[in-house]
């Protein structure tokens, strides 16, 4: 039979290997997992040998006949697209050409059923390919993206990495899951979007000059059709790129009736006539479905009409189609295309609402809920009732004067309160107040010509505005080499710091492997460094302050390793 | 003349039932009564707004800016994108004024998706150089409240306390239940307040209703200032939330100079990626845990993740949990006193004049509220300290 599924222990020899390089790479890998089988498919040649197909969870696989092992495994996401021979042809074939270019030819055997097996086994491989299209380059993309788009990063990762200061696998860890998070608000691909429900009219079609029609179509729109109407989407993938190009596709797609308000069913053949049929379908068994809520009566919701501006009558309903006007049958045509497309909109956006809903009772309870709440919300005006005003909770602070004063140092310093200073003041005034010159007792001239030069600007007791000339002192490109110092030495010094407080022995690991890097990069980076810049004969200390970092950072582990041996005595 | 001792009950009679206040006028505009319903709901909040309540100091918002089509409508000028824009730049720099040790991160919705413009920081600096940018983007397809909620809420639920939305659409095309996630932010604590530029959507009301925030529509752009503003003021914390100690550092700050033995020249951990700062620096804050350099405070270590502040930081926002009492409230005719309001001298024309109850000086209502919302202490006992 064609379409087992059952679950079989897969082992083989080859071994993994591993993602050690940013380089793209094939994965030859089999690992001895037990995956669920999709398709087993008999009587499958492979470089003229009989064989059996197996499509996998995730892989697909060729055994020839009467050995249990694969001589022919490829993940589903080193696959970049699969190929099948004409109809027509003698053989029938499939073949997958790989990522790195490789193809590997399937030919079906199996005189009565070689056309429907291979007709399954494409279709299997059409719905399992685009998922993991994207998965497994994604994370090589990923990393190779971000250091082409960040200079600071790639700068990091050549001291680093390259110069084997920490592995790829610990620069690594932080850095994706930190930016993955972020990527996720900036990376459109992983948002859900939904459906506008204008989408169509968004389409919005220009007149080209020569009595045609030009219909701009985005992904956006593309996604929302296919969505909301999912026999169009079959019948692409049906029918591109094999019968037809994707621009002739759409071409038709418009040209059909199907599109047009005048859905009438020529009986064309047009390969959208079966869509018509499906949409039909689709809207009776909704009709039948009826609403669940008891509140909602849609029956009356009837059109009923006396005359122009008379007000409503019922008026006996003729179900009669023969009775019915050309003009009320496109009118009634229109309506229920609309219908359809906001049924199917909103079909579309809770699909998973209601499969969870599924249990009977949940959904009466659910609609008990909603019910009480109707009738709330039909005999009570929010707007009408007072602001209740939010809860707040009362401060509660035991000496709140501290707050005015500021805290008591824990050093005797000698302090000021406000008093002391207010009284100061009043002194000061008092005496300015009563200000008498003596000319005879105050300074020479000199002194004092002195003491001003020294309080000016760039004066002795001036030098607060030292930075201008250490900028110009050290050279730049010996400033930007310490930029790189810095940033490669903050990196390190953050996953350090990042592992306190330890509680868990992967921590402790972790705080070991850190020092222990950091000392690596102190000898390896910091000291040829400072050895250059010795030799150029900058008389600053410039790598002082990175010291002192270093050095804080080892005492903190210090004091940490006497508290764990401590404990442990 | 008639409409005055109409003027007066409503003052005194509370502020129920506004819609029986509405009369047009001759021309048959809302208008005068309109701001005056304003005006009293400005008083109404300094008398609210009364001490010893609990207030979340250390405030996590997000504001999500609607970029979809509507924004292009020029109903306030020259868009409404770039009034938002430049509304937010102000309210950027008043929250950070306001609330030094907060954090604030934007995000704009259009096309039925979410972006991120800026992240959660506590640095005025790229918020207001993002907020620039932006003004050239372009505005197009619908909003999505879901993306945009969800975004905040996925990643570092936690930490998000407040959410503000400035919804300009009418519509908004969600993937999935809104309800749902609107119970996903009652669980996560998430307090969602929105202003509304167009007219009161439904969803936004139970939005902001079932999470506890408030929700305005905008008049012109003066009121959406003034409704921006409201929130640059610390929310009252929720009943749920517990006092923690939170670690802090306090760097002093150091001045060295290139005559000095030791001294170490050194970059900011802040300044490393940009080539136009000043670079190697003598002076600044040295973390009191990594050592780690920076040139201004608040930060956030980037080393050790220590908040680093000044006692100043801390004290500015003092004035949310110890506000300055409401001064008492006379009506002209009853005042006998100088005519003269204490503080901006002029003679005293309104209805009512508002005396401080420590110090006995009178104001106007103009000063009053400058006083209440600005100033945060009385001048008259600021005077009468001094002369003492």
């Not at chain 1, 080193?78 to 590997?104: F, M, N, W, Y």
């Not at chain 1, 009634?332 to 009977?360: D, T």
């Not at chain 1, 010509?449 to 000339?469: D, E, F």
């Not at chain 2, 109404?44 to 997000?62: A, D, S």
Request: a neutral charge; proline letters at 4%; charged letters at 25%.
């Amino acid at each position: 039979s064609l379409l087992t599924v059952c679950v079989m222990h897969i082992s083989s020899g080859a071994p993994a290997a591993s993602d050690s390089t940013i380089l793209p790479f094939l994965s030859v890998a089999m690992a001895s997992l037990s995956e669920e089988v999709l398709l087993v498919v008999k009587r499958v040649r492979q470089r003229k040998q009989d064989g059996t197909l197996y499509l996998m969870a995730e892989r697909l696989a060729w055994g020839p006949e009467g050995k249990d092992r694969f001589t022919v495994s490829h993940l589903y996401a080193d696959i970049r697209c699969q190929k099948i021979s004409p109809d027509g042809k003698a053989k029938i074939q499939l073949q997958l050409v790989l990522h790195t270019g490789e193809s590997t030819t399937f030919h079906f055997a199996n005189e009565s059923t070689a056309l429907k097996d291979r007709d399954v086994a494409k279709e299997l491989l059409q719905q399992l390919l685009p998922k993991f299209k994207k998965k497994a380059n994604k994370e090589l993309e990923e990393k190779n993206r971000m250091l082409q788009e960040d200079p600071v990063l790639f700068q990091l990762y050549k001291d680093l990495v390259v110069s084997q200061v920490i592995s790829a696998e610990e620069f690594w860890a932080n850095r994706l899951s930190l930016n993955s998070v972020e990527h996720s608000l900036s990376n459109n691909n992983k948002q859900e979007v939904g459906i506008s429900a204008a989408f169509l009219a968004d389409i919005r079609p220009q007149t080209d000059g020569c009595n045609g029609l030009r219909y701009n179509l985005t992904t956006d729109i593309i996604e929302s059709i296919f969505r909301t109407y999912p026999t169009v989407k079959q019948k692409y993938a049906e029918n591109v790129p094999h019968n037809m190009t994707e621009k002739e596709f759409w071409t038709r797609f418009f040209q059909s009736h199907y599109f047009h308000r005048d859905r009438i069913n020529t009986g064309l053949q047009d390969i959208f006539s079966e869509c018509a049929k499906e949409d039909e379908k689709g809207l009776k068994s909704m009709v039948t479905q009826g609403v669940k809520n008891p509140m909602v009566d849609l029956l009356s919701l009837e059109d009923k009409t006396l005359d122009e501006g008379y007000g409503t009558a019922t008026v006996p309903t003729t179900s009669n189609s023969s009775n019915k006007s050309l003009r009320e049958n496109s009118n009634s045509a229109i309506i229920k295309r609309f219908n359809h497309h906001s049924a199917m909109v909103l079909a579309a956006g809770l699909l998973f609402f209601f499969y969870v809903q599924q249990e009977r009772h949940q959904i009466l309870t659910s609609l008990f809920v909603a019910f009480q709440v109707k009738l709330q919300e039909a005999i009570e005006y929010d707007d009408l009732q007072g602001d209740s005003g939010r809860k707040t909770i009362s401060l509660n602070l035991k000496k709140s004067d501290r707050y005015s004063h500021g805290p008591i140092p824990l050093q005797s310093q000698h302090y000021s309160t406000s008093q002391d200073i207010i009284n100061s003041i009043s002194i000061i005034q008092h005496e300015m107040r009563s200000y008498k010159p003596r000319l005879t007792q105050v300074m020479s001239s000199s002194a004092a010509s002195s003491a001003i030069t020294a309080l000016s600007p760039g004066g002795v007791l001036m030098q607060g505005g030292g930075q201008q000339t250490i900028n110009q002192l050290v050279p730049t490109d010996v400033q930007s080499e310490l930029k790189h110092l810095y940033t490669a030495a903050g990196e390190l010094l953050r996953h350090f710091w990042s592992c306190f407080p330890i509680s868990t022995p992967f921590l402790e690991e972790k705080v070991v492997k850190m020092k222990s890097n950091l000392e690596k990069f102190q000898v390896m980076k910091l000291r040829p460094f400072q050895e250059k810049i010795q030799r150029q004969y900058l008389s600053t200390n410039l790598t002082g302050h990175l010291e002192e970092m270093l050095q804080a950072a080892y005492n903190k582990f210090q004091a940490w390793q006497t508290r764990r041996m401590m404990r442990k005595t | 003349m008639d409409e005055e001792p109409e003027r007066a009950k409503r003052w005194e009679g509370g502020y129920e039932r506004t819609w029986e206040v509405l009369k047009e006028d001759e021309s048959g505009s809302l208008k005068a009564t309109v701001e005056d319903i304003l005006f009293q709901a400005k008083r109404k909040r300094v008398f609210e707004g009364h001490g010893q309540v609990r207030l979340g100091m250390m405030r996590h918002l997000f504001v999500i800016i609607d970029s979809s089509r509507s924004m292009e409508d020029q109903d306030l000028k020259p868009n409404r994108l770039t009034s938002t824009l430049k509304l937010m730049e102000f309210f950027v720099e008043e929250y950070f004024d306001q609330n030094p040790i907060s954090q604030i991160g934007i995000i704009t919705t259009k096309n039925k998706r979410a972006e991120k413009l800026t992240d959660l920081a506590g640095n005025p600096k790229k918020h207001l150089a993002a907020l620039k940018k932006a003004v050239d983007s372009t505005c197009v397809g619908e909003p999505s409240l879901y993306n945009s909620l969800n975004c905040v809420a996925l990643p570092s639920g936690t930490d998000i306390k407040e959410i503000l939305v400035i919804f300009s659409s009418l519509t908004t095309c969600d993937p999935a239940n809104i309800y749902e996630l609107i119970k996903t932010l009652n669980a996560l604590k998430i307090r969602v307040s929105v202003i509304g530029l167009s007219a009161e959507v439904r969803v936004c009301t139970i939005l902001t209703r079932e999470t506890g925030g408030s929700y305005n529509v905008i008049l012109d752009e003066s009121h959406f200032k003034e409704l921006l503003m409201l929130h640059v003021k610390p929310p009252p914390a929720s009943s749920s939330s517990e006092c923690s100690l939170i670690r802090m550092g306090f760097p002093q700050h150091v001045i060295a100079s290139m005559s000095d033995q030791d001294a170490k020249p050194s970059f900011s951990m802040l300044h490393l990626d940009s080539t136009g700062e000043p670079g190697l620096t003598l002076g600044g804050y040295y973390c009191p845990q990594c050592r780690a350099k920076y040139t201004e405070l608040p930060v956030e270590c980037k080393v050790c993740g220590l908040t680093l502040v000044s006692a100043p930081h801390l004290a500015r926002s003092f004035h949310h949990l110890f506000p300055l009492e409401a001064f008492q409230e006379t009506p002209l005719e009853e005042y006998e006193g100088e005519r003269f309001c204490e503080t901006c001298q002029g003679e005293l024309k309104d209805k009512c004049v508002f005396t401080c109850l420590a110090c006995k000086k009178v104001f106007c209502v103009e000063c009053d509220l400058f006083i209440h919302d600005t100033l945060h202490c009385c001048p008259g006992c600021m005077q009468t300290d001094r002369t003492s």
